[in-house]
């Protein structure tokens, strides 16, 4: 696990890019405190921070072939490195390290451009073709690993993180204005936008050669939906559980000390236990919780954990925690507002002081359809399918508008909302539960300038794009699919992966291996959400090695208490935050007023959108921090 930097200049890499080369690897420290290499040769410059996982001694980087035509940074591990080394080996390739990176730059000498179809595992790889002058840029399937790149005037810059980019003086800071109004809908930022114009990111399942006639893009890899097959129960269950055997045998390759995330929740369980299986040493597992008894889920952990006699560490997250916000507005250097970025830092801080790699739960919800909403957007929608869409709009959307708004009333007898949840098509019925911040409460909180910059923008085409985009007519998949696509890659699995670079831990996923996931594309989805229930299939499957106590329970999630934080110890510290000065004139000042009082009457809980406000107010004086410290 590492970092990686590069620039690309057909004019030669000139001095003052030297430095900049040395300053970009530098900044990204945290993600390869273990050493760091440079190889600069006529148009190409690359960078390497390493974080020592597989071959400690003799796994540096650059790292070229035999006769230094082909060189390659890389960020990620390479599972299934052992069988494509014994491969390419048999084919006369001659390796002088233990590393997964040399799999690398062989096995593009054997397949060129397809070599990355071959490969097993997450990464973020750039591949110096010198024979053709080529750069080949690859991210993985899901996009685990970030990969970030600039075109500017005198060339190509690309790293791991966007701090290494803004690193080279020519690399311009304009904001993406659309970026930001999905950033207010979603709390992230989708791929292929930053907050900056000018720096993207390499999708998920992508690939970027640069050269001579430029920059073109190719994907590589989908996930299908479209072709469900039909098996007993007990087929799937063992296909499950011998997939996901593999999927976890490989991830426990390392040459460093090895545990887990343990929530108490089914994903993080099934994977401690498949762990517990195949190891013969002591498993260490951790887990984090809080004061506030609704969101902690520490004493399920801490009982699982128990039962497998691993070694268990807790840490409990409170509000004075939040101190490390500055520090975490910097590691994701641009507006992210998951707030359960707090607790995973915290759990990677605890994890790293006892190992260097720890394997996750992460992506059996949206896998297996474990998310309620997935439930309630069935039902709203075979309501829709009733009713023709040139009734069910005019007359639902009137309802909806004429209908007296009842906020103070629970949600469920608020006829006004239920009205116009009807009114909406598929998408934007969608879009519309999963908006962190509701698109009317958006539409006023955003000012009337950035309105005027967008040009009528909304964050919902996005969604009609990737819903659009599977074959199947099956509602529940198409969901899965836009969710994997946006949901899972961009705030998920960003989340992780800059919490736990901040700690120097590297963090396996089995649950999200690429073979693993299309094995379960091809459940039919009743067998995911069945009786209104997710995950039915994958619990079945499970039901042999983790307790019914924790197949049967009711999903938590990773929730943090911000509501009763931001009427307590947060107020202090986010009223001037939140009230600042905002020089992007992005937001209604009169209405961040309005939310903050009305969140505080504790009549309404607009913590949501608070903490919204809150983490773009600390990125904007990151930046500006940044800004001044480079000029």
Same mark, same amino acid.
């Given at each position: 696990?590492?970092?990686?930097?590069?620039?690309?200049?057909?004019?030669?890499?000139?001095?003052?890019?030297?430095?900049? #080369?040395?300053?970009?690897?530098?900044?990204?420290?945290?993600?390869?405190?273990?050493?760091?290499?440079?190889?600069?040769?006529?148009?190409?410059?690359?960078?390497?921070?390493?974080?020592?996982?597989?071959? /400690?001694?003799?796994?540096?980087?650059?790292?070229?072939?035999?006769?230094?035509?082909?060189?390659?940074?890389?960020?990620?591990?390479?599972?299934?490195?052992?069988?494509?080394?014994?491969?390419?080996?048999?084919?006369?390739?001659?390796?002088?390290?233990?590393?997964?990176?040399?799999?690398?730059?062989?096995?593009?000498?054997?397949?060129?451009?397809?070599?990355?179809?071959?490969?097993?595992?997450?990464?973020?790889?750039?591949?110096?073709?010198?024979?053709?002058?080529?750069?080949?840029?690859?991210?993985?399937?899901?996009?685990?690993?970030?990969?970030?790149?600039?075109?500017?005037?005198?060339?190509?810059?690309?790293?791991?993180?966007?701090?290494?980019?803004?690193?080279?003086?020519?690399?311009?800071?304009?904001?993406?204005?659309?970026?930001?109004?999905?950033?207010?809908? $979603?709390?992230?930022?989708?791929?292929?936008?930053?907050?900056?114009?000018?720096?993207?990111?390499?999708?998920?399942?992508?690939?970027?050669?640069?050269?001579?006639?430029?920059?073109?893009?190719?994907?590589?890899?989908?996930?299908?939906?479209?072709?469900?097959?039909?098996?007993?129960?007990?087929?799937?269950?063992?296909?499950?559980?011998?997939?996901?055997?593999?999927?976890?045998?490989?991830? #426990?390759?390392?040459?460093?000390?090895?545990?887990?995330?343990?929530?108490?929740?089914?994903?993080?369980?099934?994977?401690?236990?498949?762990?517990?299986?195949?190891?013969?040493?002591?498993?260490?597992?951790?887990?984090?919780?809080?004061?506030?008894?609704?969101?902690?889920?520490?004493?399920?952990?801490?009982?699982?954990?128990?039962?497998?006699?691993?070694?268990?560490?807790?840490?409990?997250?409170?509000?004075?925690?939040?101190?490390?916000?500055?520090?975490?507005?910097?590691?994701?250097?641009?507006?992210?507002?998951?707030?359960?970025?707090?607790?995973?830092?915290?759990?990677?801080?605890?994890?790293?002081?006892? /190992?260097?790699?720890?394997?996750?739960?992460?992506?059996?919800?949206?896998?297996?359809?474990?998310?309620?909403?997935?439930?309630?957007?069935?039902?709203?929608?075979?309501?829709?399918?009733?009713?023709?869409?040139?009734?069910?709009?005019?007359?639902?959307?009137?309802?909806?508008?004429?209908?007296?708004?009842?906020?103070?009333?629970?949600?469920?007898?608020?006829?006004?909302?239920?009205?116009?949840?009807?009114?909406?098509?598929?998408?934007?019925?969608?879009?519309?539960?999963?908006?962190?911040?509701?698109?009317?409460?958006?539409?006023?909180?955003?000012?009337?300038?950035?309105?005027?910059?967008?040009?009528?923008?909304?964050?919902?085409?996005?969604?009609?794009?990737?819903?659009?985009?599977?074959?199947?007519?099956?509602?529940?998949?198409?969901?899965?699919?836009?969710?994997?696509?946006?949901?899972?890659?961009?705030?998920?699995? +960003?989340?992780?992966?800059?919490?736990?670079?901040?700690?120097?831990?590297?963090?396996?996923?089995?649950?999200?291996?690429?073979?693993?996931?299309?094995?379960?594309?091809?459940?039919?989805?009743? $067998?995911? $959400?069945?009786?209104?229930?997710?995950?039915?299939?994958?619990?079945?499957?499970?039901?042999?090695?983790?307790?019914?106590?924790?197949?049967?329970?009711?999903?938590?999630?990773?929730?943090?208490?911000?509501?009763?934080?931001?009427?307590?110890?947060?107020?202090?510290?986010?009223?001037?935050?939140?009230?600042?000065?905002?020089?992007?004139?992005?937001?209604?000042?009169?209405?961040?007023?309005?939310?903050?009082?009305?969140?505080?009457?504790?009549?309404?809980?607009?913590?949501?959108?608070?903490?919204?406000?809150?983490?773009?107010?600390?990125?904007?004086? +990151?930046?500006?921090?940044?800004?001044?410290?480079?000029?």
């Amino acid at each position: 696990m590492c970092a990686i930097a590069g620039i690309f200049n057909l004019l030669g890499i000139s001095e003052e890019q030297k430095a900049s #080369l040395k300053r970009m690897g530098d900044v990204m420290i945290h993600r390869g405190p273990d050493g760091e290499g440079y190889r600069v040769e006529e148009s190409i410059g690359l960078v390497h921070r390493r974080l020592s996982i597989i071959d /400690v001694e003799g796994g540096a980087q650059p790292l070229c072939n035999e006769d230094g035509t082909i060189w390659t940074v890389f960020n990620g591990e390479i599972y299934n490195y052992l069988e494509l080394r014994d491969q390419l080996s048999q084919k006369g390739h001659v390796f002088k390290t233990s590393s997964d990176t040399e799999v690398i730059v062989h096995l593009y000498e054997e397949k060129g451009e397809s070599f990355v179809e071959y490969l097993r595992g997450m990464f973020a790889i750039a591949v110096w073709d010198k024979a053709n002058r080529k750069l080949v840029l690859v991210r993985d399937r899901l996009g685990k690993k970030p990969l970030y790149y600039a075109a500017y005037k005198n060339g190509f810059v690309f790293a791991s993180e966007i701090k290494a980019l803004l690193q080279l003086p020519d690399v311009p800071r304009d904001i993406d204005n659309e970026a930001i109004v999905d950033y207010f809908s $979603l709390l992230y930022i989708p791929a292929p936008k930053s907050i900056f114009r000018s720096d993207r990111k390499v999708r998920p399942a992508h690939m970027l050669i640069v050269d001579e006639d430029g920059c073109r893009e190719k994907c590589y890899w989908d996930l299908s939906f479209d072709q469900p097959e039909e098996k007993t129960e007990e087929q799937w269950c063992e296909e499950l559980i011998g997939t996901l055997e593999e999927s976890v045998r490989l991830r #426990l390759r390392s040459d460093v000390p090895l545990g887990a995330f343990l929530s108490g929740g089914v994903d993080s369980s099934a994977v401690v236990a498949l762990m517990n299986a195949m190891d013969s040493g002591v498993i260490n597992t951790c887990s984090v919780g809080f004061d506030e008894k609704e969101f902690d889920e520490s004493g399920y952990a801490r009982s699982f954990a128990q039962r497998l006699a691993t070694q268990h560490h807790e840490e409990t997250v409170r509000p004075d925690a939040l101190a490390v916000l500055d520090k975490l507005a910097w590691h994701y250097d641009e507006p992210f507002a998951d707030s359960s970025a707090v607790p995973t830092y915290y759990v990677s801080r605890a994890a790293r002081r006892h /190992v260097t790699v720890a394997l996750s739960g992460d992506g059996g919800d949206e896998n297996f359809a474990g998310y309620r909403r997935y439930h309630h957007d069935l039902v709203e929608n075979r309501f829709r399918s009733l009713v023709p869409e040139r009734i069910r709009k005019p007359l639902f959307g009137t309802l909806g508008a004429i209908y007296p708004k009842l906020d103070w009333a629970p949600q469920m007898v608020r006829a006004q909302a239920t009205f116009r949840a009807f009114s909406r098509d598929p998408v934007e019925g969608y879009f519309y539960s999963v908006s962190a911040i509701k698109p009317e409460l958006k539409s006023a909180l955003l000012s009337r300038d950035l309105h005027q910059r967008v040009n009528g923008y909304g964050s919902i085409e996005l969604f009609r794009d990737y819903y659009g985009r599977p074959s199947t007519a099956d509602h529940l998949s198409r969901l899965q699919y836009l969710d994997i696509k946006t949901y899972l890659v961009d705030d998920i699995l +960003v989340k992780v992966d800059r919490a736990s670079m901040a700690n120097s831990l590297e963090v396996r996923c089995p649950i999200l291996d690429h073979r693993f996931m299309e094995l379960v594309a091809r459940i039919p989805s009743s $067998l995911k $959400l069945k009786n209104g229930h997710g995950k039915y299939i994958f619990k079945k499957a499970l039901s042999p090695m983790v307790p019914e106590e924790v197949l049967a329970r009711r999903k938590q999630g990773f929730a943090v208490p911000l509501s009763a934080w931001f009427r307590g110890d947060l107020r202090n510290f986010s009223a001037d935050i939140i009230d600042g000065p905002d020089p992007l004139g992005v937001l209604n000042s009169k209405v961040v007023e309005s939310l903050w009082n009305k969140h505080q009457s504790g009549n309404r809980d607009y913590s949501t959108p608070l903490w919204t406000i809150l983490m773009y107010r600390l990125w904007q004086r +990151v930046a500006a921090d940044a800004s001044a410290a480079g000029k």
